[in-house]
T-cell receptor, first 120, second 113 residues
Framework: GAVVSQHPSWVICKSGTSVKIECRSL??????MFWYRQFPKQSLMLMAT?????????EQGVEKDKFLINHASLTLSTLTVTSAHPEDSSFYIC????????????????FGPGTRLTVT | AQKVTQAQTEISVVEKEDVTLDCVYE???????LFWYKQPPSGELVFLIR??????QNEISGRYSWNFQKSTSSFNFTITASQVVDSAVYFC??????????FGAGTILRVKS
């Protein structure tokens, strides 16, 4: 159980275009989803936290108008990179946390496999 | 503010050697969770362990063991009899009340045959 998928697993796009990345919790309801970004040979940095039905909370330095996050249902969150540029090329990883699996596991975050974005 | 420090950027060992990955954390909260993740070249994060701040018991899982010491704010990870398949980047992370995870910089482990 507790499987999180991401689609696509990799994407190449041209500079100036927008790219949408989906994050789905397959067997549980994710009340909260997190989006992380990882540049090559670096650690994961949280970009934003989204709760189902409400606006995402962005970390300092993350442009909310550039990285649009929508968490419209308990099993799906999307990250749209608008007007992508080469510096947005990165590995994007989502994680999902459910709140209905008992106290000890309700704090567990389950990670998706990641999406590698290359902007040319 | 929360902070996780993994001072070892890269470690190289020969197969069958034991290796310890260090993790030191900072937090003001009394209730928090510590994690270790493995990231192989494929990129997918593999969950290894979660520890809450009230449980200082050391844990062993096969060749893996973890030493949690609140007195030194450390949560070290030891791999016994390392194997080539253990080669990966290992991240230590901290979370307060299930909120966002703060990751350390990661330690690259290279196990040579």
């Amino acid at each position: 159980g507790a499987v999180v998928s991401q689609h696509p697993s990799w994407v190449i796009c041209k500079s100036g275009t927008s790219v949408k990345i989906e994050c789905r919790s397959l067997d549980f309801q994710a009340t909260t989803m997190f989006w992380y970004r990882q540049f090559p040979k670096q650690s994961l940095m949280l970009m934003a936290t989204s709760n189902e039905g409400s606006k995402a909370t962005y970390e300092q330095g993350v442009e909310k108008d550039k990285f649009l996050i929508n968490h419209a249902s308990l099993t799906l969150s999307t990250l749209t990179v608008t007007s992508a540029h080469p510096e947005d090329s990165s590995f994007y990883i989502c994680s999902a946390r459910g709140g209905d699996r008992g106290l000890s596991s309700s704090y567990e975050q389950y990670f998706g496999p990641g999406t590698r974005l290359t902007v040319t | 503010a929360q902070k996780v420090t993994q001072a070892q950027t890269e470690i190289s060992v020969v197969e069958k050697e034991d290796v310890t990955l260090d993790c030191v954390y900072e937090t003001r909260d009394t209730t928090y969770y510590l994690f270790w993740y493995k990231q192989p070249p494929s990129g997918e994060l593999v969950f290894l362990i979660r520890r809450n701040s009230f449980d200082e018991q050391n844990e062993i899982s096969g060749r893996y063991s973890w030493n949690f010491q609140k007195s030194t704010s450390s949560f070290n990870f030891t791999i016994t009899a390392s194997q080539v398949v253990d080669s990966a980047v290992y991240f230590c992370a901290l979370s307060e009340y299930g909120n966002k995870l703060v990751f350390g910089a990661g330690t690259i482990l290279r196990v040579k045959s």
